[in-house]
C-alpha cells in the first residue's frame, strides 16, 4: 500500500492532478511521433486514479486473504 501511495505522489508531482495538464513535466520527446497517442496516456495516468484502484484492490487482498496452494512432489 505505501508503494502505490508513493507512486501516486510522484505522478502527482510529474503531471498534476488536472483531467489534462496544460504545465507538465513529462519530456516532451516522449511519444513524439504520436501526439494523440501522448495525450491518451498523459490523460489517462490520473494520480488519483491510481490511489482509488491500487489501495481499494490491496485492502481487499488483505481483507479477502489469498488462495492457499499445496504442492505435493512425490517421488
Known amino acids: ?3 502505490v501511495v508513493r507512486c501516486s505522489w510522484f505522478l502527482r508531482r510529474l503531471r498534476g492532478w488536472r483531467e489534462l495538464p496544460e504545465a507538465h513535466a513529462v519530456p516532451e520527446d516522449f511519444l513524439r511521433t504520436s ?8 490523460g ?3 494520480p488519483g486514479l491510481l490511489l482509488a484502484g ?6 481487499l487482498a488483505v ?3 489469498g ?3 499445496t504442492l505435493h512432489l512425490t517421488p
Open 44 to 46: 489517462l495516468a490520473h
Open 63 to 65: 481483507l479477502l486473504g
Open 54 to 59: 491500487g489501495l481499494g484492490a490491496s485492502v
Open 1 to 3: 500500500m505505501a508503494f
Open 67 to 69: 488462495p492457499e496452494f
Open 35 to 42: 501526439p494523440r497517442l501522448r495525450s491518451a496516456i498523459v
